[in-house]
């Protein structure tokens, strides 16, 4: 059955007309997850990006989808392997598309000198994007009063899948390997946040710098706002081009339950640092995620973006995915009717902003895989 067929076959599962029903399916893809109807599991090993997530190829793009997520396990999406990496979509029963999962990139078979597997120092996502998290904890997570609800931090270095802190000089040979290996692209180094008023950026920098000195490869940094916002020219010295500051949530209330030590940190606070950070990595060189279906009405998320665009900032509107183990696992996730819209709503804002992703130097934006914004962008004329 084809897919304009399938339309009237499934009326729960609508697509519009070319070419914008693709955009349609990815997004309820990454919204409701997609079960595996394999006898063997997919290793959740082997990613950066959302945790309980799998970089997916799927009609000309690669998208990080949700599988192991508890909403995954009733999706109406499921994947029946077809082979090694290749699996075929169907929705009610009825096949709809062919998938394929991104290999195992060579540089994960490598060592360091000590031992430690390339893959714990830093992870591909998507198909050419490095990412690590260089220090994994986090004064937020330490303190179930101050952690944010939604995050996983801890969960991957206790199951052995990473290390506490990653090191300049091995972050710097995992950065020359996958270049070398693997056709990475671009970089993306997160941190948790350090008791210390740069807020991590101390790392971020001494990290960047070496890298710099090992591979030619574009980076993003991302961090809270440090107290000293000298650290951004310190960072961009250090060979970092973009710049993310995430305020996931944009009103007060759904900020205050679901982040409430990064909530600390005012709004007002976040755009003093971003008006500081566009002066020095340029406009549309610095982002912040927002977390669609946290709470906040998509209104509020259409504002919020009408205002980070006037200040040269991009907003990576993604679709929120809750993730096992956290308190917020079993939360609902935004129905796709809602979000759709609210994504090419804030795609237009931003491609008549001036500030699309295609345009980003390196980091989330521009890899899109987390989002169909970056698809919706391209539609806007």
């Not at 939360?331 to 500030?355: E, Q």
Request: hydrophobic share 40%.
């Amino acid at each position: 059955m084809n897919i304009d067929a399938l339309t009237m076959a499934v009326p729960r599962f609508r697509l519009p007309m070319v070419p914008q029903r693709n955009a349609e399916l990815l997004t309820e893809l990454q919204a409701l997850g997609m079960r595996w109807e394999g006898e063997s599991g997919l290793s959740r090993v082997g990613g950066a990006g959302p945790s309980d997530h799998k970089a997916v190829r799927l009609l000309g793009q690669t998208i990080m989808v949700p599988i192991f997520t508890h909403a995954s396990h009733d999706s109406p999406f499921a994947a029946r392997p077809l082979g090694p990496g290749t699996a075929r979509l169907e929705v009610g029963g009825e096949p709809i598309a062919e998938l394929s999962f991104p290999p195992e990139p060579a540089f994960y078979r490598l060592r360091t000198a000590d031992g430690v597997p390339y893959w714990k120092i830093a992870t591909l996502h998507a198909e050419d994007v490095l990412a690590t998290t260089v220090l994994q904890s986090c004064i937020r997570y330490a303190r179930a009063a101050t952690a944010c609800r939604f995050c996983a931090i801890g969960r991957s270095l206790a199951a052995g899948a990473t290390i506490p802190r990653k090191t300049p000089k091995q972050l710097a040979e995992v950065a020359r390997a996958a270049v070398d290996l693997s056709g990475v692209r671009h970089m993306v180094l997160t941190t948790g946040t350090p008791p210390t008023p740069d807020r991590g950026a101390a790392l971020l920098t001494e990290s960047c710098e070496a890298i710099a000195s090992a591979a030619p490869l574009p980076m993003q940094v991302q961090c809270e706002p440090p107290e000293d916002f000298a650290w951004f020219r310190r960072l961009r010295d250090a060979g970092a081009g973009t710049l993310g500051m995430h305020l996931e949530a944009v009103t007060e209330s759904v900020r205050r339950e679901m982040l409430p030590g990064k909530a600390e940190i005012s709004i007002e606070r976040y755009f003093e640092a971003f008006d500081a950070a566009v002066e020095v990595f340029g406009v549309g060189q610095v982002t912040t995620y927002v977390l669609a279906g946290l709470g906040d009405p998509p209104q509020a998320i259409e504002a919020m973006a009408e205002r980070l665009v006037r200040h040269g900032v991009y907003p990576f509107v993604v679709p929120f995915v809750p993730i096992s183990g956290t308190p917020l696992e079993f939360y609902p996730p935004m129905p796709p009717d809602v979000l759709a819209p609210l994504l090419s709503r804030v795609a237009d804002i931003v491609a008549r902003g001036g500030l699309r992703s295609d345009r980003q130097r390196a980091g989330c934006g521009r890899c899109g895989a987390c989002s169909t914004l970056r698809a919706r962008e391209e539609r806007v004329t």
